[in-house]
Protein backbone atom coordinates (compact mmCIF):
# COMPACT_ATOMS: atom_id res chain seq x y z
CA UNK A 1 0.00 0.00 0.00
CA UNK A 2 1.72 3.28 -0.81
CA UNK A 3 1.70 6.22 1.47
CA UNK A 4 -1.42 8.15 -0.19
CA UNK A 5 -3.76 5.24 0.26
CA UNK A 6 -2.45 5.20 3.41
CA UNK A 7 -3.46 8.43 4.21
CA UNK A 8 -7.13 8.12 2.79
CA UNK A 9 -7.48 5.50 4.46
CA UNK A 10 -6.41 6.34 7.98
CA UNK A 11 -8.72 9.68 7.00
CA UNK A 12 -11.43 7.64 6.86
CA UNK A 13 -11.25 5.65 9.31
CA UNK A 14 -10.66 8.77 11.86
CA UNK A 15 -14.09 10.44 10.10
CA UNK A 16 -15.61 7.40 10.56
CA UNK A 17 -14.28 6.61 14.16
CA UNK A 18 -15.74 10.58 14.72
CA UNK A 19 -19.21 9.67 13.15
CA UNK A 20 -19.77 6.08 15.25
CA UNK A 21 -19.33 8.63 18.55
CA UNK A 22 -21.02 11.28 17.46
CA UNK A 23 -24.04 9.34 16.23
CA UNK A 24 -23.72 7.44 19.43
CA UNK A 25 -23.90 10.33 21.35
CA UNK A 26 -26.94 11.23 19.89
CA UNK A 27 -28.91 8.09 19.96
CA UNK A 28 -27.79 7.70 23.34
CA UNK A 29 -29.30 11.04 23.81
CA UNK A 30 -32.06 10.65 22.44
CA UNK A 31 -33.01 7.42 24.42
CA UNK A 32 -32.51 9.13 27.49
CA UNK A 33 -35.12 11.13 27.43
CA UNK A 34 -37.40 8.84 26.30
CA UNK A 35 -36.64 6.19 28.99
CA UNK A 36 -36.84 8.76 31.14
CA UNK A 37 -40.48 10.28 30.04
CA UNK A 38 -42.03 7.43 28.33
CA UNK A 39 -45.41 8.86 28.55
CA UNK A 40 -44.07 11.78 27.12
CA UNK A 41 -42.55 9.80 24.35
CA UNK A 42 -45.60 7.78 23.90
CA UNK A 43 -47.47 10.71 23.34
CA UNK A 44 -45.12 11.97 20.62
CA UNK A 45 -45.46 8.47 18.44
CA UNK A 46 -49.23 8.34 18.82
CA UNK A 47 -49.19 12.03 17.05
CA UNK A 48 -47.64 10.66 14.18
CA UNK A 49 -50.82 8.75 13.56
CA UNK A 50 -48.95 6.34 11.61
CA UNK A 51 -49.11 2.84 14.45
CA UNK A 52 -52.09 1.15 15.59
CA UNK A 53 -53.20 1.96 19.17
CA UNK A 54 -51.70 -1.53 20.56
CA UNK A 55 -48.43 -0.82 19.39
CA UNK A 56 -47.86 2.42 20.73
CA UNK A 57 -47.18 1.76 24.41
CA UNK A 58 -44.80 -0.97 22.95
CA UNK A 59 -43.10 1.37 20.81
CA UNK A 60 -42.43 4.19 23.25
CA UNK A 61 -40.66 1.32 25.90
CA UNK A 62 -38.68 -0.60 23.48
CA UNK A 63 -37.16 1.50 20.52
CA UNK A 64 -35.31 3.51 23.29
CA UNK A 65 -33.24 0.42 24.75
CA UNK A 66 -33.00 -0.42 21.57
CA UNK A 67 -31.36 2.94 20.78
CA UNK A 68 -29.39 2.54 23.62
CA UNK A 69 -27.95 -0.85 22.48
CA UNK A 70 -27.49 0.42 19.05
CA UNK A 71 -25.56 3.18 20.38
CA UNK A 72 -23.24 1.73 22.89
CA UNK A 73 -21.97 -0.83 20.33
CA UNK A 74 -21.67 2.17 17.21
CA UNK A 75 -18.97 3.88 20.14
CA UNK A 76 -17.27 0.83 20.86
CA UNK A 77 -17.04 -0.26 17.17
CA UNK A 78 -18.79 -3.81 18.53
CA UNK A 79 -20.92 -4.98 15.45
CA UNK A 80 -19.92 -1.82 13.69
CA UNK A 81 -21.46 -2.48 10.12
CA UNK A 82 -24.65 -3.89 12.32
CA UNK A 83 -25.03 -0.65 14.51
CA UNK A 84 -24.50 1.12 11.20
CA UNK A 85 -27.19 -0.99 9.36
CA UNK A 86 -29.75 -0.62 12.11
CA UNK A 87 -29.37 3.33 12.32
CA UNK A 88 -29.80 3.70 8.78
CA UNK A 89 -32.90 1.39 9.26
CA UNK A 90 -34.00 3.58 11.86
CA UNK A 91 -33.24 7.05 10.41
CA UNK A 92 -34.90 5.79 6.99
CA UNK A 93 -38.03 5.21 9.62
CA UNK A 94 -37.87 8.90 11.26
CA UNK A 95 -37.53 10.28 7.92
CA UNK A 96 -40.75 8.73 6.15
CA UNK A 97 -42.67 9.53 9.66
CA UNK A 98 -41.35 12.99 9.25
CA UNK A 99 -42.02 13.60 5.96
CA UNK A 100 -45.68 12.07 6.19
CA UNK A 101 -46.12 14.09 9.10
CA UNK A 102 -44.98 17.25 7.06
CA UNK A 103 -47.03 16.70 4.16
CA UNK A 104 -49.92 16.58 6.74
CA UNK A 105 -49.09 20.00 8.18
CA UNK A 106 -49.39 18.54 11.77
CA UNK A 107 -48.10 20.99 14.05
CA UNK A 108 -45.75 19.02 16.57
CA UNK A 109 -42.57 17.95 18.37
CA UNK A 110 -40.58 15.39 16.59
CA UNK A 111 -40.30 13.53 19.94
CA UNK A 112 -36.23 12.70 18.93
CA UNK A 113 -35.54 14.00 22.55
CA UNK A 114 -38.64 13.86 23.79
CA UNK A 115 -38.97 16.05 26.95
CA UNK A 116 -36.37 18.72 25.61
CA UNK A 117 -38.04 19.28 22.42
CA UNK A 118 -41.65 20.00 23.45
CA UNK A 119 -42.11 23.55 22.34
CA UNK A 120 -40.17 22.92 18.89
CA UNK A 121 -42.59 21.92 16.42
CA UNK A 122 -41.02 19.99 13.19
CA UNK A 123 -39.91 21.51 9.97
CA UNK A 124 -37.90 20.78 6.84
CA UNK A 125 -34.87 21.58 9.16
CA UNK A 126 -36.02 18.75 11.41
CA UNK A 127 -35.98 16.56 8.08
CA UNK A 128 -32.41 17.64 6.98
CA UNK A 129 -31.13 17.11 10.43
CA UNK A 130 -32.46 13.47 10.08
CA UNK A 131 -30.78 13.26 6.20
CA UNK A 132 -27.48 14.50 7.88
CA UNK A 133 -27.81 11.52 10.32
CA UNK A 134 -28.47 8.91 7.69
CA UNK A 135 -25.59 10.01 5.73
CA UNK A 136 -23.36 9.93 8.58
CA UNK A 137 -24.40 6.50 9.34
CA UNK A 138 -24.06 5.46 5.64
CA UNK A 139 -20.68 6.72 5.53
CA UNK A 140 -19.86 4.09 8.73
CA UNK A 141 -21.70 1.02 7.09
CA UNK A 142 -19.92 1.50 3.84
CA UNK A 143 -16.26 2.65 4.96
CA UNK A 144 -15.63 1.25 8.76
CA UNK A 145 -14.21 -2.34 8.64
CA UNK A 146 -14.41 -2.34 12.01
CA UNK A 147 -10.24 -1.69 12.62
CA UNK A 148 -10.79 1.36 15.33
CA UNK A 149 -12.60 -0.49 17.87
CA UNK A 150 -13.63 -4.03 19.68
CA UNK A 151 -14.74 -5.57 16.45
CA UNK A 152 -10.84 -5.70 15.31
CA UNK A 153 -9.76 -6.77 18.93
CA UNK A 154 -12.28 -9.70 18.56
CA UNK A 155 -11.59 -10.91 15.55
CA UNK A 156 -7.58 -10.90 16.85
CA UNK A 157 -8.66 -13.32 19.77
CA UNK A 158 -10.69 -15.20 17.36
CA UNK A 159 -7.34 -16.04 14.88
CA UNK A 160 -5.41 -16.73 18.09
CA UNK A 161 -7.91 -19.04 19.18
CA UNK A 162 -7.56 -21.07 15.96
Same mark, same amino acid.
Not at 10 to 22: A, F
Not at 40 to 46: G, K, M, N, T, W
Not at 101 to 114: D, P, Q, R, V
Given at each position: ???????????????????????????????????????? +? /???? *??????? #?? %????? @????????????????????????????????????????????????????? +? /???? *??????? #?? %????? @???????????????????????????????
Amino acid at each position: MNFQSQRLQTGVLVISLSLRVYLGVVFLLAAWFKIVDPRQ +F /ALSV *ATYDLLP #LY %LINLM @AVVLPWIEVFVAVTLILGWWTRASALCIVGMMVMFIVALSLALAEGLEMSCGC +F /ASQE *ASEEINS #LT %LLRDF @AWLAGAGFVLILDDGRWGLDRLLRRRGSNEA
